[in-house]
């Protein structure tokens, strides 16, 4: 059973800073295709990151230059390091992994607030 649990979300004032953790269980990291994307309250879920199993990254334009992805295959997890937090950066995380990218599997989100 693949399952995918986010946390590291929480409360920072605008100019701080959020590393956001995704533990996965039941897929092979090596192998897999991982995402973080977002969704702020009455806007579509938006691309923040993703990296191939190949390490390729591709950012989305809001985000370039002030958040991070790694991944640590031995402990089968992704990470998202957010720097230079924006209140436009409130919303709720999440994370996304599989073997293809039409076949994703989902974690339940975590919430980020960045007040001003």
């Known amino acids: 059973q693949v399952q995918l649990v986010e946390s590291g979300g929480g409360l920072v004032q605008a100019g701080g800073s959020l590393r956001l953790s995704c533990v996965v269980s039941?897929?092979?990291?090596?192998?897999?295709?991982m995402g973080w994307y977002r969704q702020a309250p009455g806007k579509q879920r938006e691309l923040v990151v993703t990296i191939s199993r190949g390490g390729t990254t591709k950012y989305g334009d809001s985000v370039k230059g002030r958040f991070t992805i790694s991944r640590d295959n031995a402990k089968n997890t992704v990470y998202l390091q957010m720097n230079s937090l924006e209140p436009e950066d409130t919303a709720v995380y999440y994370c996304a992994a599989g073997y293809v990218t039409d076949n994703l599997y989902w974690g339940q989100g975590t919430q980020v607030t960045v007040s001003s």
């Open positions: 039941g897929l092979n990291l090596r192998l897999t295709y």
